[in-house]
């Protein structure tokens, strides 16, 4: 099984501001990584797909980066509609496809 | 437009059973494999099991082998989950998911808690 890790747990940004998110697969998955949005008490949303190809309805102020083993999940300018949980998911070997623990982006 | 939407969540013993179904609509939904994925209370993501487009092939995690059986109706547009011998730790809100992988298009979830 491919485990998925993500960096940092918490990350504390002021609206308009950069955010960096990481993830890190255990094993090479080239680039059949996911990330996904998810606010409180709804269900995820996938924002990219192959590291880098944005979903249709994701803004372009969302960008992902990587392959590999590593890979990042920016977010240009922070607006208050972008502060949610975020997750990675590997889907070069499956099953199981796994996901990361998840990020939080709060506040500052 | 595009949807999935789950139902039969609730309060079971441990022990119990239960079946979650999750109606599609919007797209073909025979031509797609199917996912349950599930989160609970505060955790993160899992993924549950899956099935290909006719039912032929079906494939769980590890936790949940033997206990879980996934399974669709492609003439009523439905996945189902049948869940037996649940435990504490099968209390999540339960996702059914296109896809086996890029996972474009999710339900809004059900609820499902194992409790005495």
């Known amino acids: 099984e491919i485990v998925m890790t993500q960096s940092p747990a918490t990350l504390s940004v002021s609206p308009g501001e950069r955010a960096t998110l990481s993830c890190w697969a255990s094993?090479?998955?080239?680039?059949?990584l996911a990330w996904f949005q998810q606010k409180p008490g709804q269900a995820p949303s996938l924002l990219i797909y192959g590291a880098s190809t944005r979903a249709t309805s994701t803004p372009a102020r969302f960008s992902g980066s990587g392959s590999g083993t590593e890979f990042t999940l920016t977010i240009s300018s922070l607006q208050s509609e972008d502060f949610a949980f975020y997750y990675c998911q590997q889907y070069n070997k499956w099953p199981p496809t796994t996901f990361g623990q998840g990020t939080k982006v709060e506040i500052k | 437009e595009v949807q999935l939407v789950e139902s039969g969540g609730g309060l079971v013993q441990p022990g119990g059973s239960l079946r979650l179904s999750c109606a599609a609509s919007g797209f073909t939904f025979s031509i797609y494999w199917m996912s349950w994925v599930r989160q609970a209370p505060g955790k993160g993501l899992e993924w549950v099991a899956n099935?290909?487009?006719?039912?032929?092939?079906?494939f769980y995690v590890d936790s949940v082998k033997g206990r879980f059986t996934i399974s669709r109706d492609n003439a009523k547009n439905s996945l189902y989950l049948q869940m037996n011998s649940l435990r504490a730790e099968d209390t999540a809100v339960y996702y059914c998911a296109r896809s086996p992988d890029i996972m474009d298009v999710w339900g809004k979830g059900t609820t499902v808690t194992v409790s005495s």
């Open positions: 099935i290909n487009q006719d039912g032929s092939e079906k």
């Open positions: 094993q090479s998955i080239s680039s059949d």
